[in-house]
DNA sequence: CGACTATACTCAGTCTGGAGGTC
DNA sequence: CGACCTCCAGACTGAGTATAGTC
């Protein structure tokens, strides 16, 4: 079979990069099959040598660059033909028993291949998944049945999963055991708040909401009429006319009323049943709001703070000093101010100010010219502001309160907006403050200055009757639109990547809710395509075309692993990938068909995962990283984002591979919850859920950073275990004591110390109780003291407390002289070994607990739960779960929550299915 | 190019658990 | 002695933010 360059569209070269070859001869599919090495060289890259290789790895990138560098150099400069020449005349240089092993291998490949594709496709069992050395990638679903070679390890982390929760169920028992009593309290509370009705709140908070239920009332007044609805007056005036706010407030007062009232009779506006409803891009008719708020502008140092150049403290001017305090106020993000690019691109950026504005003046005038980073010295603006800091954390709550009243006060005209008559939250209506950027990762801008947005960068979007909202004194905008199909409000662009911004409705919003409902209906209706999809890539996986064959694997990927689409990046961004875009050294692949999945995704965070593939899969991926192909080349070097969302959207209109993650996400958790069973209380139920939620979490490589402290808080527990484990040991040596014949009877064995609880160990750890106890005596006798004191009394003498301390010499003594006898002396009155058994099963259940705890925790240290349940399981999954377990919707999702899924908790009963 | 979703981080505020105290 | 209360540091949550993706 010829090939033809021509019939196959290039599609994303790289200027200097290597490229596959159209077309995949038979040679190479069969060469991959047996892993035959070319003409008995060593190829890691490409080839799996015979005999017993499997439990090598075949591509280890160092290794090709070494073993290959002479095929590499000579392919690089061939193209594809010789490629396929080279391996097809190899292949038949082959003496005929090799011959014969490679058809019988080629079999084997059909067989199984068929087998899949004959598999009932509907969510087979995701391929099995093995944890990666770091952090979280257990697959999750059916994977995790044990049937699969690697089920085992995935029923560990299953059962890790499990104990996490076991946390949680153990609060939630402690908090209903609690529920007579204080805890009712609070329980009160919370129901008040989240359970009745918005309109009987009386928080002012919730005065916007009630404001909202009035313009529900004329919800089903035709859209031209709404907007002349007599509330937008009211608006205006409340946004224009801030000094009559005393009045405002009162007549506010007197809606609420009217509100609440209404709220109770009137039907909420539910656009979800509204068929004229989000179809078509018109996306309003009227739109009313205030613009945006500026950040406060700069206020300048104290004359007596000032940064030091060389020693020499230098006065600048403003601007620059604005610049320079970006810094100065980090200095403790050491994360940043210790990163060589960030501080390179913030002097450059800091310099060119200073060229502009004039460099610093010392005390005398003279201007002292700043040219090293190294001989700034920040710290006085650090200290200063630190200082500020405080000041303002030691502010009275009374103060705080009244501080955060006014700002709400100032921006409530800017909260809301009028959205074809009904009010709606802004969400986002700050405009972002100066700063220094702060990109993620390597991000080559990191540290840059971000400039302050002026109104003259500012696009207002709004409605034409609308009165436009007055940019500050003296400024203008950049722009008004009346753009009916963009659903924001404001946008500007930002200077470091020329990135747009928007301000736009908050996730509350009807527009907001109408399009996250679509996302999750777009995502159910790829049910119905997903099998033909599947069956499609799996047969496209052996397809000739190798742009056929990428795109296949590519899907295979995105389905399997829930990977991003991945689309180009540029070089002045950081350098993450996604499917599209993995490249050679991403990959890594160990026969028989395990792949090693190891690269940074969006916001640079870690995607490690050790998953097996189909046989067809891991032979495609390794044709994709053959040779010449080496480190840092595309491995899917003939698919782009775009060629592959337009092939998807050939099966169903609107998808794309974004929509793969919210459907396996979706999907993953809806099995998880119908597998659920209906018994136990309500915390263990909750626990349930988060235990399917952390599931999802983990598919979808949802992290966080490990806390500051988080090694610290395991040690800590791990310290209490063995303490108690201890004492565990004491226990039994105190039986000993009382019943020397015990030893005997249950073994020598039983009653030797734990090996890891040397004799050091003891000895600190006994120091450690004696000091702690010697502490709590000197904090008690403080205490004791202050309090004589404070009821006019004299306090007690130094003496006092040395005879207190005594106790804790006691325990010294003791331990001492345990140490010596290696005996316990049995304690408590009246022991027996009874009483002893008794204790140390107590302590056994401690340890029990505490150990599932620290686990638990250390399981969960970098798995972020919020991201799954915010973007990609169906709200209405979890109010099913809700309404079929019985379990408040609150649980689960807080105030903000409820208010965004809102048409979730509305439009389902607990028949519903995703 | 532009507009939209998705993401982790930050910080303030709330909650918790354990120690000590009281009855 | 144990049931319950109080206090407080420290952990955890939630809302907000701005960056990073997708299409």
Redesign the pocket.
Known sequence: MSSSDDDIPLVKGRANGVKSQDRIPKSVDKAMDKGRPSNGHVDPGVSIRMGPVEEMDVDTPVANGHVNGKRKARNSTTNGKSYKEASSSEDDDKPLSKRRRTLQAAKAHVESDSELSDEPLAHRPRPAVKKPPKATAAQIGESSDSDTPLGAKLAKEKAQIEKAAEKEA??IR??EKKAA??KRR?KV??DSEDDVPLAKKKKPAASAKKTNGVKDEDSDVPLSRKAQAPKKTKVKVEASAPAKKSNAKAKKEEETEQDREAEEEEEQYKWWEDPTKGDGTK?WTTLEHAGVVFPPDYEPLPSSVKMRYDGVPVSLHKDAEEVAGFYGSMLN?T?NVENPTFNKNFFEDFKKILDKTGHGKDKNGNTVKIEKFEKCDFKPIFEHFEAE?TK??AMSAAE??AL?AAKEDAEAPYMHCMWDGRKQKV??F?V??P?L?????E?P??GKV?QRVQPEQITINIGKEAKIPEPPEGHHWKEVKH?Q????LA?W??N??G????V?L?ANSDI?GQ??YK?FEKARELKKHIDRIREDYRRELKSEVMADRQRATAIYLIDQFAL????E?GED??D?V??CSLKYQHITLRPPNTVIFDF??????RFYDEVEVDQQVFKNLKIFKKPPKTTDDDIFDRLT??A??KHLGSYMQGL????F??YNASWTMAKLLREMKSTGSIAEKVKDYNDANRKVAIL??????V?A?HA??IE?MEEKINGLRYQQWRVKQMMLDIDPKQKKKRGAEYFERPEDLDGEWVKEHQAALVEEQRQ?IR??FE??NEKLVAEGQKEMKAKELEERLKVADELEKKFKHENKTGKVEAEGKGPTIEKMEANLEKLTQRIETMKVQKDD?DNNKEV?L???K???IDPRLTVVFSKKFNVPIERFF????REKFDWAIQSVDEDWEF
């Open positions: 153990k609060a402690k908090e009593g204080s609070s509370n919370s996306k993000s994360h800091r303002k954390k705080k309160k955060k969400g986002n700050r972002e403050p700063g950027f702060r990109g993620r990762g991000h801008k990191t971000k753009d199909e963009g659903t924001w946008m662009q930002e470091i990547n990135a747009y911004k928007y736009m908050a907001k399009s996250d996302k991003r689409a991945g689309n990046k961004e950081a993450t996604g499917c940074l995704g969006k916001d640079s965070i984002t775009s592959l969302n794309t591979a974004k929509v993650r919210t979808c490589n949802h992290k966080r950073t806390a402290g610290g808080q800590k709590k904090k008690k205490k004791d925790k972020a919020g991201t799954s915010i973007n990609y807080s105030k903000t929550l």
